[in-house]
Each structure stands twice: as structure tokens, then as C-alpha cells.
């Protein structure tokens, strides 16, 4: 059964005289999957990526996941999804200050009801899969901008969604961190671990499986 299926999806900013910013895109992402999202900016990957994240509601079109029509579900609903089913990694990282990064790891987990000790037992042991073993007591402005993006993985793992959502995880780092973000991706995708991840650059894109271009709002070839 494919991780993601989307058909003909369409979404307009500022009604029906607003900006087309994406005109009736498809795909189907298969388990297992690395498939990067890419084109220039404005070209309608971020929308594309926000409504596989169910983010956002297509005005047009239909999304499954592991099977399941989920678009027109309620936003209750939605949350749950979003909670059990899909992981996000964001260019910001979005840790919240003033959580250590066992607690920002443990939050999806917290949302979901499972109790403190079983949560934060698994912070820790994503936190120490990602090598921030000794950095569980830390606040986000006691680590580094590449220490942070760890954190914010080892929290979108924290419920072991099948979906892994990347939205240019590297964009804020510099070259290094890049680096040790992205074997991390690649080491998760070896694991069986299904990635689709938005980037410009070409550098990230050469290590995915699949590469859909986007340009205008449309999906114009895959590589």
C-alpha cells in the first residue's frame, strides 16, 4: 500500500482572484521512499509539502494516506493524523525555548496521552540515536544550530509515523551541520524510513530516490 496518494491537488491564496499556487498536482510516494520536491522559489513545492502534511486543505483533489481519504476529514481529525501518522522537520526547527530537548522531543508523545516516564524514556533513546545522548537537559539556546535540527528529527520519529516530512532541514546550517543533518536522512532511508523533503538545492536532491520538479504551481517532470 503507498505511504501517500495524491490526486489533482489545487490550492488558490486569496479566492477565486487570488494567486493558483498549485494547479492539480498527483503523485504516489511508496514506502520506503526518498523523494525530494524541488524548483525555485515560488514554485509550489512548500504548498505541495504542507498539504501532504494535511497543514493545509486542498481546494481541489484528494489525499490518502496508507489509504485512507484524509482531505475533507475534520480538523480533529487532521490533528491526529498529523500526531500518530506524519513527522515534520522544519528549516526553523520550531523547538519550543523553554523545553529541554528531552521534553521538545517527548511533546508529539505527550499530545498522544502516553505517560511521562514511557515518553521521555523514548526522548532519550531518539535522542541518543541522533548523538545527542548528552545533551537530554539542554534548552534550544544551549545547543547549536546543527544540534537543534537533531532534536527537532528525533521528535518528528518520536510516535514512528511512516511519513518523515522535510522542509529544507539544512536551509538555516552551515556546511557541516548540513552534512551531519543529511547522513542522518540518509542513514533513516536506509533504515526503511519514507522521506519526501523540499529543497533547492542540487547537492540534497542527488541523494534522494526520486526527484519531482516543480515549476508554476505544476509538476513538470520526475528524474
Do not use: W
Amino acid at each position: 500500500m503507498a505511504v501517500l496518494e495524491a490526486e489533482g491537488l489545487q490550492r488558490r491564496y486569496g479566492g477565486s482572484g487570488g494567486v493558483l499556487a498549485l494547479k492539480g498536482a498527483s503523485l504516489t510516494v511508496e514506502p520506503g521512499q526518498f523523494v525530494c520536491l524541488v524548483g525555485t522559489s515560488g514554485s509550489g513545492k512548500s504548498t505541495l509539502l504542507q498539504l501532504l502534511g494535511c497543514l493545509d486543505r486542498p481546494d481541489a483533489g484528494t489525499l490518502r494516506i496508507e489509504g485512507e481519504e484524509v482531505s475533507r476529514l475534520s480538523d480533529e481529525q487532521l490533528a491526529r493524523v498529523r500526531n500518530q501518522r506524519i513527522g515534520f522537520v522544519f528549516q526553523s526547527f520550531h523547538l519550543l525555548p523553554r523545553l529541554r530537548a528531552d521534553d521538545n522531543v517527548a511533546l508529539p508523545l505527550r499530545y498522544a496521552g502516553v505517560p511521562k516516564k514511557e515518553r521521555l524514556l523514548r526522548a532519550r533513546e531518539l535522542l541518543e540515536r541522533v548523538g545527542l545522548a548528552e545533551r537530554v537537559h539542554h534548552l534550544p539556546s544551549e545547543l547549536s544550530g546543527g544540534q537543534c535540527q537533531r532534536v527537532a528529527i528525533a521528535r518528528a520519529l518520536a510516535a514512528d509515523p511512516p511519513l518523515l516530512l522535510a522542509d529544507e532541514p539544512t536551509g538555516n546550517l552551515d556546511s557541516t551541520s548540513g552534512a551531519e543533518v543529511l547522513a542522518l536522512f540518509q542513514d533513516l532511508h536506509a533504515a526503511g524510513r519514507t522521506i519526501v523533503m523540499v529543497t533547492h538545492d542540487p547537492e540534497v536532491a542527488a541523494l534522494a530516490d526520486r526527484r519531482i520538479h516543480l515549476e508554476d504551481g505544476e509538476i513538470v517532470n520526475e528524474t
